[in-house]
C-alpha cells in the first residue's frame, strides 16, 4: 500500500510503500508522522541512480576518513541509508545584466568607475523538499539532467520513497531568478575585477521543470545522537556534518594555548631594543 505522510518535526512529505519501509521520517528519523492528504504536484522527468548501495556505503566510508578531525570509531559505525527521490526545480535563462562598480585606476582615490552589459546563459536549481536544505542540494550538486527518463516511468520502483514539492513553481521561480542574477554579478565581478560592484537584470525564462533528483540519505548513531548524511546518487558526492574527535579538539586546544602562552613570554622577556 503506497502511503503519503507528513513529518511533524521537519516538515517533510513523502511517499512510500508502507510494506517496505519504516514508520520513521527519512530526514531526521522523527516518529510524529501524519497523513497527507493536499493536492499532489506531479513532476515531469527524474535522474536515474547509478549509485547503488554498495557505492553508497563505499562513499560514506570515504567521507568517514576525509577528515582528520573525524573520530575513528566513525570509519566502523553502523550506517543506515535508503534511497529517495528528492524534487527540485531547474529553471534555463538567458540573464541581461547592466553592471557597474569601481576598478583600481592611477587616480586621487585609487579606483574610478566602470559600468558594462553582459548577456549569457544561466540555469538554477531551487530544492523544493522540506527535508533538505538549499545548501545542501547545492553541496550535493552538480546533477547532470542531460539523460533524464519521464517520471511515470521512475515512480514505477516502489522500493523507493519520494518527497512531494513543498515549494510551488512560482516560489521556485523567484528564488531562481535571484540565484541567476547573483552568480551572474559575481562572475562580471571577477571577469572586471570590480569591487562594490551592483547590477540590475532581465531574466528571460526559457525552460523551467520540476525533477526528482536521486539521493541516498544516510543516518549514524554517535554518542548517543543521531547524525545525518546525504549522497548525490548520480556521482556519488556525499554531504553531511559528522562529529569531531573530542580528545584530538582538546589537544589542539592545549597545543595552541601552549604556543600562545610561549610567544607571549618571549614577548614579555625580549622587549623591543633589548640585546
Known amino acids: ?48 541512480f547509478e549509485v547503488d548501495l554498495t557505492r553508497a556505503r563505499a562513499a560514506f566510508a570515504r567521507w568517514a576518513r576525509s577528515s582528520w578531525w573525524h573520530p575513528r570509531a566513525l570509519r566502523s559505525c553502523a550506517v543506515c541509508v535508503q534511497p529517495m527521490w528528492i524534487p527540485a526545480w531547474r529553471f534555463e535563462a538567458q540573464v541581461e545584466l547592466h553592471w557597474c562598480g569601481l576598478v583600481s585606476a592611477p587616480t586621487r ?20 523538499s522540506l527535508g533538505l536544505r538549499q ?4 553541496a ?10 519521464s517520471w511515470s516511468e521512475a515512480a514505477t520502483d ?8 513543498g515549494i510551488s513553481d512560482a516560489g521556485a521561480r523567484d528564488e531562481a531568478r535571484s540565484t541567476m542574477i547573483e552568480a551572474r554579478r559575481r562572475a ?13 537584470a532581465i531574466v528571460d525564462t526559457s525552460r523551467e521543470q520540476l525533477l526528482m533528483l536521486p539521493v541516498w ?6 554518542h548517543d545522537r543521531v547524525w545525518r548524511f546525504v549522497i548525490n546518487a548520480q556521482s556519488g558526492r556525499v554531504h553531511g556534518r559528522g562529529p569531531l574527535d573530542r580528545v584530538k579538539v582538546v589537544l589542539t586546544l592545549v597545543f595552541v594555548l601552549l604556543a600562545l ?15
Open 109 to 128: 582615490s585609487g579606483r574610478r568607475p566602470r559600468s558594462g552589459l553582459d548577456r549569457g546563459d544561466a540555469a538554477a536549481m531551487i530544492v523544493a
Open 140 to 149: 550535493l550538486q552538480p546533477f547532470d539532467a542531460t539523460d533524464c527518463v
Open 188 to 200: 562580471v565581478a571577477r571577469r572586471e575585477r570590480l569591487t562594490r560592484c551592483r547590477a540590475s
Open 1 to 48: 500500500m503506497t502511503l503519503v505522510v507528513r513529518c511533524g518535526q521537519c516538515g517533510g512529505c513523502v511517499v512510500y510503500d508502507a510494506s517496505a519501509e519504516r514508520a520513521r521520517c527519512l530526514f531526521c528519523d522523527s516518529v510524529t508522522l501524519e497523513p497527507y492528504e493536499e493536492s499532489i504536484v506531479i513532476p515531469s522527468e527524474a535522474i536515474p
Open 158 to 165: 516502489r522500493s523507493i520513497a519520494y518527497e512531494l514539492p
Open 261 to 275: 602562552a610561549v610567544v607571549a613570554w618571549w614577548v614579555l622577556t625580549h622587549p623591543p631594543g633589548s640585546s
Open 135 to 138: 545548501d545542501e542540494l547545492d
Open 217 to 222: 540519505i544516510g543516518s549514524f548513531r554517535h
